[in-house]
């Protein structure tokens, strides 16, 4: 059976944002419909743009995949494009029109699942009155975050896109010709 807590919006981020992600020493694999420049309250500043502290991060060899359904915003991308190691390889990127999953796993360690998209209103930090209304389980038990683990994997290998109604749509399939 697993151990699971039930967080809602303000949870959310502490738990998953403050006290997983930001802790990663390996990877950190995250599914989301949308991708913003998401921020996050750090000490001695009052906030930084999350791709800032995944640079730092990868410094010390933790890796990102993040799967996401559409371009991520554009301070996104202006954001990471002033991160040479994310965009060099740090940081993979997969868009799926489909995806529509909201997940994190941090070291094959914790994991979340839930509805908050990796937005500052969704996983970030804002305040309580505009934050999105959001409801999330995450634990630490193997056996729950192994099989999260291996769903994204399936997916971010392109088991899902050979069937794929949308393949020719796509505007990256996996295991393209």
């Known amino acids: 059976m697993f151990q699971l807590e039930l967080l809602d ?11 997983a992600v930001l802790m990663a020493e390996e990877y950190v694999w995250i599914a989301t419909a949308n991708l913003k420049d998401m921020h996050v309250p750090m000490p001695g500043k009052r906030y930084r743009p999350i791709l800032e502290v995944f640079d730092e991060l990868a410094r010390k060899g933790v890796t990102f995949r993040i799967v996401h359904s559409d371009l991520p915003s554009r301070p996104f991308r202006r954001t990471l494009e002033r991160f040479p190691r994310l965009t060099g390889g740090a940081l993979e990127l997969q868009i799926c029109p489909r995806s ?5 796993i941090v ?7 839930g509805s908050a998209n990796f937005t500052g209103a ?4 804002k305040g309580q009155h505009r934050r999105n209304l959001e409801l999330g389980l995450f634990s630490s038990s193997p056996e729950w975050v192994s099989k999260l683990q291996s769903l994204f994997d399936e997916f971010w ?21």
């Open 157 to 177: 290998m392109g088991s899902r896109c050979t069937r794929c109604a949308y393949r020719k749509k796509c505007p990256d399939p996996i295991g393209a010709d």
């Open 9 to 19: 919006s303000g949870e959310l981020h502490t738990r998953v944002i403050q006290e």
């Open 122 to 125: 969704g996983l970030g930090a």
């Open 107 to 113: 070291d094959g360690r914790q994991a979340y699942c």
């Open 100 to 104: 529509h999953w909201k997940m994190v």
